[in-house]
């Protein structure tokens, strides 16, 4: 049996958060954290509220703290996430709580929008497509596959702190997406939008965005980019 | 209840349903998107290989008549091919307005659209060899098309309800559409959404099935709210088994890996489609490649301790090309069959995958129903694109990286229409208190039930009867027996009960309301499985295992009042091109 301790909390019934321990039988079976979930959905609490869809790492809905480590549960197999028999489920931190495991996530997707994630090209476009060389792509790998899941901005120090003026791993990574990208010709209005003390260079290098991204993507290497970027403009 | 009124909206934030609102919202029509997902959360994302078209990269002398000639082919000529001559040609400019809207394709050495060779796919109408024509990003296309969608649709202001489920359609004393009952899931609270129009992009049903490559949201949400307004659903019989489901999670694995060169093989070793399809072999069509594997896993030559499923051999490709063109796959190999494609083949066994029947509609996406005379009717509001719509470009059997072209053209055409019929004026009677008390009387229901079953063990209890009575091959009478079952779990389905009456986020109503629409399209694919009794493209009967053009060669209809089975014709009309005379299909 699977000792799994779960975040809970009813605003319409419940005062303050606290944690529900359930013993799961997962037949020894190395399941998904994810099909953990379901299954105490299933067989013991119909009211144990989460967010899941493709469950297979691609959506981001599942974004979730296990044992202490952000991560997606659908794609996190039990191997990795228990510790000494134990898994201590809560939902992402930093970011206020609607129900259980399910997060706010206003604040993160507000920060996304603010570094405009489009492409903007005001040339006129030809018949075809736009052309760009297999190098000119090769800058887009490591930022395009990005899943909006918000794993590497709630485990973030200075998004914790100022949610609402640093723009956070995901958004930077996204920022960096459309500055690489060769068809888009916004790069000097992208930087003047990012050049303030606290968008970009609250970011202290700490690199949880590094060791939680799911998808093994690396916003600390998009922002210092990014800085290279700022800092060249103003000289 | 409260009324919020819109020009048009959209229910569904995937794929379709994204490129029919941004075609909205940058008409300047007041558009909202109702979505019980953040948009980026759609099972679009979930696409892999790649979005077919004849965009000429790959191979400059390519036509989209080839291309259409290979999907009225792969329907196995119950595709309509008005409607198929409209994707196909309509096809290039879509795909370059994505990437002017920034979809990160990949590239080739020219800096063009890199393609790669799907399933089906020739030149020269079947003449010559083998085509490359699916348009890829990696093996990530789906994923860079959601999120380039939803990027412009923030770009252009559309306004997103998102985490809303819509609950069932409004009708007017004309029996027109015009809205939908809504409810906020973080609050709980329930609305009227009133519009001049209302698009279904809900996407596909797969969970139908207990064995899906589908998401958990991928419910029929659309087929079960068309099916209680008396919508009829067109050939709901056809459901694509994908070749390639990862063996015990489901999860797909793209065609792109047997486009890259990849291949199957049994316990011996051998590349067993060279028996089954000698020109095309692995990249024949995907029932066609569904069915023999099946057959060798009955015939005894399956792998592992069961000998239940057969391999995908990638290895021999080289991992310079598994990371740089199937990185994605790399990945869920790794995670869910705990193999590396690099060293290793991936056991894999055919899966549910797509729903190629759906609501009937026009290649404006306006919604069909059929009058006595068995003439096409439009429903006055009802709009349907994608998955949920049966248009109908894929007939018996949808070619790989059809479904993302589908979804573009339609939802597109989709918009571009409404935009015409809302400048023309679109005068519709409102709704009565009566009409809207109507359309929200399940959820009344549901919300005053006090005794029931569970969700789980019954949504559990309908996979099981589906996957086991209507799967790759089926036979009348056990069909018989899987109608039976269902017939008894009706009444159960219909009084399911709450395991949570919270308002804040209750996942537990949305599960219920959700079942419900897995029954109701559940219910028309066995009724229309059972009374088709011939066997073509993805609906393959062992009773009747010859193709009868004398009297199949036609769509079915289900109409869910008396749960009645009719014909509708098929559309044999291009405007400018000769029509594809059905003839043996083989590959």
């Not at chain 1, 303030?196 to 799911?214: A, L, T």
Request: glycine fraction near 10%.
């Amino acid at each position: 049996m699977l000792q799994v301790s779960l975040y809970r909390y009813n605003p319409e019934t419940d005062d303050a958060p606290f944690m529900q321990d359930f013993s799961v039988d997962t037949s020894g079976r190395d399941l998904m954290v994810l099909d953990v979930l379901e299954l105490i959905k299933a067989e013991h609490d119909g009211s144990v509220t989460y967010r899941r869809s493709c469950r297979e790492g691609v959506c981001g809905s599942d974004g979730l703290n296990m044992n202490g480590k952000n991560g997606l549960a659908c794609i996190t197999p039990l191997s990795d996430a228990v510790k000494g028999g134990k898994l201590v489920i809560r939902p992402l931190p930093g970011l206020p709580v609607i129900r259980d495991l399910v997060v706010d996530m206003s604040l993160f997707y507000a920060q996304y929008e603010k570094v405009q994630p489009y492409l903007q090209n005001p040339t006129p476009a030809p018949a075809i497509e736009r052309l760009q060389s297999p190098e000119e792509r090769a800058h887009l790998d490591g930022l395009y596959e990005c899943i909006l899941c918000a794993c590497c901005s709630t485990s973030c120090p200075s998004f914790w702190w100022n949610p609402d003026r640093f723009v956070g791993p995901a958004g930077l990574l996204q920022a960096y997406r459309f500055l690489a990208d060769s068809r888009d010709t916004a790069t000097e209005e992208r930087l003047a939008k990012l050049d303030d003390p606290f968008s970009v260079f609250r970011c202290h290098g700490i690199q949880n965005c590094v060791n939680v991204c799911p998808k093994g993507l690396n916003p600390t290497k998009a922002i210092g980019h990014i800085r290279t970027m700022l800092l060249n403009r103003a000289t | 209840m409260k009324t919020i009124s819109f020009d048009g909206v959209i229910v569904g934030g995937g794929g379709a349903g994204m490129r029919a609102a941004l075609q909205l919202a940058q008409s300047g029509y007041k558009t909202a998107v109702i979505s019980k997902v953040f948009p980026t959360r759609s099972h679009t994302v979930s696409a892999q290989g790649g979005i077919t078209c004849a965009i000429a990269s790959a191979d400059p002398q390519d036509d989209w008549r080839w291309h259409m000639y290979d999907t009225v082919k792969g329907s196995d000529y119950i595709g309509d091919q008005d409607a198929i001559e409209y994707m196909c040609s309509v096809g290039p400019e879509a795909i370059f307005e994505l990437e002017h809207m920034g979809l990160p394709f990949s590239r080739t050495e020219e800096g063009r659209i890199y393609q790669r060779p799907f399933g089906g796919q020739s030149k020269n109408f079947g003449e010559g060899g083998q085509a490359a024509r699916t348009c890829a990003a990696a093996d990530r296309t789906g994923h860079a098309l959601l999120h380039t969608l939803y990027q412009n649709n923030i770009k252009n202001e559309t306004v997103f309800f998102n985490e809303w489920f819509a609950v069932d359609l409004v009708k007017n004393q004309d029996g027109a559409v015009v809205g939908v009952i809504a409810i906020c899931i973080e609050t709980g609270e329930t609305v009227y959404v009133k519009s001049k129009a209302t698009v279904f992009a809900t996407g596909g049903a797969g969970r139908i099935y207990a064995s899906t490559t589908n998401a958990h949201i991928n419910t029929g949400d659309g087929m079960g709210m068309a099916l209680r307004a008396g919508v009829p659903a067109q050939d709901m019989e056809m459901w694509q088994f994908h070749p390639t489901g990862i063996y015990g999670a489901g999860t797909l694995v793209t065609e792109g890996c047997r486009g890259e060169g990849g291949y199957l093989i049994n316990k011996d070793g051998e590349r067993f489609m060279e028996r089954y399809a000698p020109n095309a072999k692995d990249l024949a069509g995907r029932d066609v490649v569904a069915r023999s594997m099946v057959l060798e896993i009955l015939e005894g030559r399956g792998c592992g301790p069961n000998g239940d499923h057969v391999k995908l051999k990638l290895d021999h490709l080289g991992e310079e090309v598994l990371e740089s063109r199937l990185p994605g796959i790399c990945e869920l190999s790794r995670t869910f069959a705990h193999v590396d494609p690099v060293k290793e083949p991936i056991p894999v066994v055919p899966t549910c995958h797509y729903m190629m029947g759906g609501i009937p509609t026009n290649v404006h996406g306006q919604a069909l129903t059929v009058d006595a005379n068995g003439d096409d009717q439009i429903i006055p509001g009802l709009y349907a694109c994608g998955e949920v719509a049966c248009v109908s470009v894929h007939g018996a059997n949808r070619l790989g990286g059809n479904s993302l072209l589908d979804l573009v053209v339609f939802g597109r055409a989709s918009g571009l229409f409404i935009e015409k019929a809302l400048r023309e004026g679109i005068e519709l009677r409102d709704a009565s208190q009566t009409d809207i008390e109507a359309a929200d009387a399940r959820l009344t229901a549901l919300n005053e039930r006090q005794n029931g079953e569970q969700v789980a063990p019954l949504r559990a209890e309908l996979q099981e009867i589906m996957q086991n009575h209507f799967g790759v091959f089926r036979t009348g009478e056990f069909m018989r027996e899987g109608i039976a079952k269902l017939a008894d779990l009706r009444g159960r389905v219909e009084n399911v009960a709450l395991a949570d009456r919270s308002s804040a986020f209750n996942t537990s109503r949305i599960e219920c309301l959700e079942l419900q629409n897995l029954f109701e399209t559940a219910e028309a694919t066995a009724i229309v499985a059972e009374a088709r009794d011939e066997s073509r493209g993805a609906h393959a009967r062992e009773d009747f295992t010859e193709r009868d053009d004398e009297n199949w060669l036609c769509h079915s209809l289900y109409h869910s009042q008396g749960k009645k089975v009719s014909k509708r014709g098929v559309n044999f009309t291009p405007q400018t091109v000769e029509t594809f005379q059905p003839k043996a299909r083989s590959y």
